[in-house]
């Protein structure tokens, strides 16, 4: 079984050796002795010297190490009580592995460095490792034996010439943190190439990289394996015709491989993207511009979408105080047998009164259109203002935005659909999406670059509020909390109606010269609806306030709000606080401290039920530094959620880290502890981890 691992920090601290030639001087107490005559059949000018020739590769340093390294890791889950009978559910993994290696490390240029330089590091060991999992039914045993292999090897190819490249390969061995749920390690394979053609008017790039990821626990959970390659090919140019024009192309072709966590279905997609810009700039100080872009994305396999857009944007800067901006563009995409073709203008003004207010109005019309499904025109503003300015208490900043849209909806005997839809988690809050009557079939969540899909049940759970639908994170899946991800769906229209919109939001603060900062946030949206009487339409409205404070001093800041949402959908109440705090600081040592805290008071609509939930977070960090030869690191993070209908959670967090260096020799100490306790279940792993190295200088470039 062959078995391999690299590091993302290789060939630090390497020096070298320069051993220039040598040359007889004349000591300076000395005249220098006259020339000799030269005959006058012989040229006068001296012969050139002859230059010895340099070796093939000169090496600038060599090191050699020696290494040693332990790990052991357990973990164990554990489900309550089902039914009378049945016992508890538990499963129980453990792991260990020794490691002992020998390890090379140089640099230096091949000839000449004006022709090409090199780095390399490169790793070989042997491994001996021991699995066992404990659950019920049989149990597993394994032991696996075998070597390691860690590299990381780039050239510089004439890295003054008119052409340039690099060439590189490497595995990168590295762990991802997870709150509450054990680290995953990370194994990475790159290698590829860049040549880049260095010209002033047509700079130019080939770029080529392969890359294979492996995120695995090292108690090997089904749950935690995943795999995933790709292959991408990008080529740039930019023709810098003049100073006030220029053309770019960019191309890229990126073929992508997913085996996802916990399940063995594959997700395979082949990409080509092409993006044409061309920029032209013009007026006073060339501040005004016309900028066209053309985009063409082809995709095929399983989550492709495809989208051809072009688009045109004028702007003129009348005065250094006003601007004006005009766009046109057309806009086509499919998403999963989805298809929409939209054509979009815009136009706006923006004033801007000093360093004081600035004041923008935007106006926009827009018709989509498809074949299978519902037809929408739409046309709206957007007024908006900022204010900012000092006083003699401090600065008092606001914002006040105004918002109109008016939706006539045709062919709606059909589905409306939407593409890539931006939803945000917040715990404990549910994500509930924009439409009405989602066909959770059609759901499609990915994260924010489309490069991983979530699961149902899996990530996240899909709860029907009344006729709106909302997603709920799982704690245990790939989702983080606060993270951003990407819907995709359609939705039933049944019959056709025209909804107007108007909504304000609005923003006040005054910053003290003392630190405090006392704030006021408002939202109000309003919807009109003309609809059909035997299929209501509900409106959404929301009515949203939140005031508050921070306080904010060189060593610790603290902050308070109460929040008052009476949204049509799940209408709340809330208390926020946190506050953070250097507690101790010296000159080796550091002490910090943080916490949140958040109470929310849920009234219940739409078949919801009235709880309540309390939000906790308590973490901290201490460091210590010794010169250069100890270092002590110890962060911790606890989560305790109490909430009236899903029961109390808690969630533990702790790492540390132990450094310490004399000479050549490296000792490092890790260690890792993590709980999950929901209602439902419990997770909790404790990891460790030794480290130790000693080098060896061979060749090191010696101080003057």
């Not at 590091?121 to 034996?145: C, F, I, K, T, V």
């Not at 085996?259 to 044409?276: A, I």
């Not at 959620?641 to 967090?653: A, F, L, P, Y």
């Not at 050549?664 to 209602?679: H, N, P």
Request: hydrophobic share 35%; charged share 25%; proline share 5%.
């Amino acid at each position: 079984m062959k078995l391999r691992r690299a590091t993302a920090t290789l060939g630090v601290g390497l020096v070298g050796l320069l051993v220039p030639a040598s040359a007889a001087q004349t000591p300076a107490s000395q005249p220098a002795p006259p020339p000799e005559p030269v005959p006058a059949s012989q040229p006068t000018t001296a012969p050139a010297p002859v230059k010895p020739l340099k070796s093939l590769l000169d090496f600038s340093a060599l090191w050699l190490d020696l290494g040693a390294e332990a790990a052991y890791d357990e973990r164990s889950v554990t489900y309550p009580r089902r039914g009378a009978r049945k016992p508890p559910d538990r499963q129980f993994n453990r792991a260990t592995r020794f490691e002992e290696t020998v390890g090379l490390r140089t640099s230096g240029a091949v000839v000449d460095p004006k022709y090409a330089t090199f780095d390399l590091s490169a790793l070989w060991g042997l491994a001996q490792e021991r699995y066992s999992e404990h659950r019920p039914g049989r149990d597993q045993h394994d032991s696996p034996n075998g070597d390691v292999l860690q590299y990381d090897l780039s050239f510089n190819l004439l890295p003054r010439g008119k052409v340039s490249g690099t060439v590189f390969a490497s595995q990168v061995d590295s762990r991802v943190p997870r709150a509450f749920l054990p680290s995953l390690d990370q194994t990475t394979e790159r290698y590829g190439a860049s040549v880049f053609v260095n010209d002033v008017t047509l700079p130019m790039r080939f770029d080529f990289e392969h890359r294979w990821d492996e995120l695995t626990s090292r108690t090997r959970a089904l749950s935690d394996a995943e795999r995933r390659g790709e292959d991408r090919f990008r080529y740039e140019a930019t023709w810098q015709s003049s100073p006030a024009h220029a053309l770019r192309l960019e191309y890229e072709y990126t073929d992508q491989r997913e085996q996802y966590s916990g399940t063995d279905r594959r997700f395979d997609t082949t990409r080509n993207y092409l993006v044409l810009t061309d920029t032209l700039r013009f007026g006073a100080d060339r501040k005004s511009s016309l900028e066209t872009v053309a985009r063409l994305q082809d995709e095929s396999g399983d989550i492709a979408r495809d989208r051809a857009e072009i688009l045109s944007r004028l702007r003129l800067q009348h005065t250094t105080a006003l601007a004006s901006n005009f766009a046109l563009q057309y806009y086509q995409q499919s998403f999963q047998k989805l298809e929409t073709r939209t054509w979009r203008g815009e136009a706006g003004l923006t004033h801007q009164l000093g360093q004081t207010l600035t004041t923008t109005l935007q106006m926009y019309g827009l018709t989509q259109q498809d074949e299978d499904n519902a037809d929408f025109r739409e046309w709206g503003g957007l007024l908006t203002a900022a204010f900012a300015r000092d006083n003699a208490l401090g600065r008092l900043a606001a914002n006040l935005s105004y918002n109109h849209a008016s939706l006539d909806t045709r062919n709606g005997e059909q589905n409306g659909i939407v593409i890539g839809e931006s939803v945000t988690f917040r715990d404990p809050l549910p994500a509930y999406l924009a439409h009405l009557n989602i066909n959770w079939l059609s759901l499609v969540v990915t994260d924010a670059n489309r490069a991983r899909i979530y699961l149902p049940g899996r990530d996240y759970l899909v709860v029907p509020v009344g006729r709106y639908t909302s997603l709920v994170r799982v704690r245990t899946g790939r989702i983080a909390d606060r993270q951003t991800v990407l819907v995709s769906y359609t939705y039933r229209v049944r019959n056709d109606y025209d909804l107007v919109r108007e909504r304000v939001d609005f923003r006040v603060q005054q910053e003290f010269k003392g630190g405090l900062t006392p704030y006021y946030a408002g939202s109000l949206q309003c919807e009109d609806v003309d609809r059909d009487r035997l299929y209501p339409y509900p409106e959404r409205r929301v009515n949203r306030h939140r005031v508050g404070f921070t306080f904010r001093q060189p060593r610790w800041s603290a902050g308070a709000e109460y929040e008052y949402n009476d949204d049509s959908i799940d209408p709340y109440q809330a208390v926020h606080a946190n506050a953070d705090a250097v507690l101790w600081q010296r000159a080796a040592t550091q002490l910090d401290a943080r916490a949140t805290a958040s109470k929310f008071w849920f009234e219940g609509t739409h078949g919801l039920s009235e709880h309540d939930t309390l939000l906790v977070d308590v973490g901290g960090a201490f460091r210590y530094f010794l010169a250069d030869r100890l270092e002590a690191n110890l962060a911790t993070l606890y989560r305790y959620e109490d909430d009236s209908e899903n029961g109390i959670t808690h969630g533990v967090d702790l790492t540390g880290t132990l450094a310490w260096q004399i000479g050549y020799f490296s000792l490092r100490l890790e260690a890792e502890y993590d709980l999950l306790d929901l209602s439902d279940s419990r997770e909790n792993g404790f990891s460790f981890w030794i480290k130790l190295r000693r080098e060896i200088p061979v060749l090191a470039r010696r101080t003057p």
